[in-house]
């Protein structure tokens, strides 16, 4: 591929009317284009004036390449920290999720024993109490069938208290 003013002073990283006037000055060779009348210039001419900019780095720009290589390794680590610490983040949700669904399950078991155990002591107490009822009317009626086999004449509260 052969370059024209524009891509060849792209190419060197130099301005086209520096590659111009080495063309003029019969350092590099170039042909017009008997079409377009536009300066063709090969690649392997223009570098062996101009070498390929990538390689011909100044100390400035080599120095900013190396910051910008750092910068990049850096901010890379920074975000496998942060990867890691949303890994631990998620893990110790899915940790918590777990214990609170057991303490759900748990607290609803317990609801469940209490409420059985309530209703059969509800129970109970039904019972326990009718058959006191029961019992206290029989208490009541052998009160009443048996006849009174004392004699002596009744006293007065005060009298029975005292005597």
Known sequence: MRYTLKQAAEAAGKTKPTILRAIQAGKISASRDTISNTWIIDPAELHRVYPIESETKSPQETQR???????????????ELKDEKLKELQEERERERRTLQENIEDLRQRLNTEGEERRRLSAQVTALLTDQKTKAYQFSDIIQEQPATTTEP??????????
């Open 154 to 163: 009744k006293k007065g509260f005060f009298r029975r208290l005292f005597s």
């Open 65 to 79: 390449y190396d910051v910008t290589v750092n910068e990049i390794v850096v901010l890379r680590r920074e975000l």
